[in-house]
């Protein structure tokens, strides 16, 4: 698989246009790898994570057009991750009559939020009730917690993440075909015991772990990982056998505040032992 970082910064981005901080102006001086748009990811030019607010800039910038998307999974509904209006871009509302029909996993609350903001919008074909919306060529995919389901050649197993209480986050446990597993763990703070556990039983053991990283080198949060919770939650992860030692580690979804710029970045993942995503990445797996 193919994994293409649309975008990897928190919800205010990177620089937050707000703030004058040294890592924000840092950043602005800069430019380049230094410059985050809120998360995204795009897997083998088909398969959307997040339907995010910033999905624009990012193929636009990137030169990576969503044109032949027609599998996606949603994380959860914050804002900074489902912007409704991306579903509107890809009809023929804005003239797009050869979009692919796209087949949509999500859990039951994010089902209710894309019914309550496409209100507006559904035409006499669309069908609440059947899940499938015609007008905007997609079809739900509802998707309970610890339920795997199948979109096209992809497998997707939904866990429950420790975020966003009561609004039903989760990070996603993803593999095409029989080939090699990733685990995409925005937006999430450490598991409860058991979690990994549950993960192996269920015959994942990851290739490539892309996870939560928003506070960096602070200590504790509980919505997010740091640096330090992130590595400790990696080797609860090969002591359950979800990982192993050759697991692949990416750092992702950063806040301004508490992650450095690109140089100081790489070098202080680079000591302990992973690797940090940029806008426009590719890594393969």
């Known amino acids: 698989m193919k994994i293409t970082f649309l975008g990897t910064a928190a ?29 995204s990811a795009l897997i083998d030019d088909v398969f959307l994570i997040d339907f995010g607010p910033d999905l624009l800039p990012a ?4 030169n990576v057009p969503l044109t032949g998307v027609e599998y996606a999974a949603q994380t959860h509904p914050h804002d900074d991750h489902f912007f409704f209006g991306n579903f509107i871009h890809r009809t023929d509302r804005c003239l ?8 949509y996993a999500v859990s039951p609350w994010v089902a209710r939020q894309f019914k309550v903001e496409g209100a507006g919008y559904f035409r006499d074909e669309d069908d609440l009730g059947s899940k499938h919306f015609p007008s905007l060529k997609v079809d739900l995919v509802v998707q ?4 795997t389901v199948t979109l096209g050649p992809y497998s997707i197993l939904a866990i429950p993440a420790e975020h966003a209480p009561g609004r039903q986050a989760r990070i996603l446990a993803i593999r095409k075909g029989d080939g090699p597993a990733f685990l995409y763990g ?15 039983k269920e015959g994942w053991s990851f290739d490539l772990v892309i996870m939560d990283h928003t506070h960096g080198t602070e ?6 990982h740091s640096s330090e919770s992130m590595l400790l939650e990696v080797e609860r992860m090969k002591q359950a056998g979800a990982a192993t030692g050759s697991t692949r580690i990416i750092a992702h979804h950063f806040a301004h505040h508490s992650n ?3 140089d100081e970045f790489d070098t202080f993942a680079g000591e302990r032992g992973y690797e940090v995503a940029w806008d426009g990445l590719v890594v393969n797996v």
């Open 11 to 39: 919800a205010e981005g990177y620089p937050d246009p707000f703030c004058r901080c040294d890592n924000c102006e840092g950043a602005r001086r800069i430019g380049g790898k230094a410059l985050r748009k809120r998360a």
């Open 59 to 62: 193929s636009q910038i990137h």
């Open 96 to 103: 797009v009559n050869d979009a692919p029909r796209l087949q």
């Open 144 to 147: 309970d917690a610890w339920e």
């Open 186 to 200: 925005t937006d999430t703070a450490p598991m409860p015991d058991g979690v990994w556990e549950r993960v192996a």
């Open 219 to 224: 200590k504790n949060s509980s919505v997010h």
């Open 260 to 262: 450095p710029l690109p």
